[in-house]
């Protein structure tokens, strides 16, 4: 079966903009979660969304946000970019919510982000 | 808060040679995942190991869960240069979110 997909795979931005990204979570997985990694922080939890609802949210300010629609897509968006933002953003499915038993995320190959 | 632990930061090896890398941690956890990831690309699982003392090898590569579920390691036998990349363990708890390692970067040289 298809695995994660995420749109697009590249892109670059002024500062001051704002910037939508998408994923496609594995077929029959209701469980999306967003990841930004960095050379120096590593992966860094943004947020998990599950049957529509945000389940999760790790430490990143305001302007993060997400969103998942009822065929389990999801989205998100950053608002008035900074250069810290400029980063590798990876989503990850999986069938049931991480903090659930036994479950496995499976990653998509990310979008990269440029803030110039 | 839990943490892991990954050891050694970054590993240059010989074509042929063995290695092992290691993700520790203080906490237990339920299962313990491990992922390769190439550079531009995303993550890919490896194994998921969910038993103490549960070993699993997938080709060159022996997985292994400590009996106590803290710690993990990756052996890999006879390196070669695909298997250049970041190795990410990720821990697992049952009403947590999944926790990350820092990641072991291997070069494997022709």
């Known amino acids: 079966k298809a695995g994660v997909t995420q749109t697009p795979r590249y892109l670059i931005k002024t500062r001051g903009q704002q910037v939508t990204l998408s994923c496609s979570p594995i077929s029959g997985h209701r469980s999306v979660s967003w990841y930004q990694q960095t050379p120096g922080q590593g992966l860094q939890f943004l947020f998990e969304y599950f049957s529509e609802t945000q389940r999760n949210k790790g430490n990143f300010p305001g302007r993060f946000s997400g969103r998942q629609f009822s065929n389990s897509r999801s989205e998100m968006n950053v608002s008035t970019l900074e250069l810290g933002d400029s980063a590798l953003y990876l989503c990850?499915?999986?069938?049931?919510?991480?903090?659930?038993?036994?479950?496995?995320?499976?990653f998509g190959e990310g979008s990269w982000l440029t803030v110039v | 808060t839990q943490l892991l632990e990954q050891s050694p930061q970054f590993l240059s090896i010989q074509e042929g040679e063995n290695l092992t890398v290691y993700c520790n941690s203080s906490s237990v956890f339920s299962s313990l995942q491990w992922y390769r990831q190439e550079p531009g690309e995303g993550p890919v699982l490896l194994v998921t190991v969910v038993t103490g003392g549960e070993v699993k090898k997938l080709k060159r590569l022996t997985f292994q869960f400590g009996d106590a579920r803290k710690d993990s390691s990756l052996h890999i036998t006879a390196a070669q240069p695909g298997d250049t990349g970041l190795y990410l363990c990720a821990g697992a708890n049952y009403g947590q979110n999944f926790v990350f390692g820092p990641g072991t970067r291997l070069s494997v040289l022709p």
């Open positions: 990850a499915s999986s069938y049931g919510f991480q903090a659930g038993s036994g479950n496995t995320i499976y």
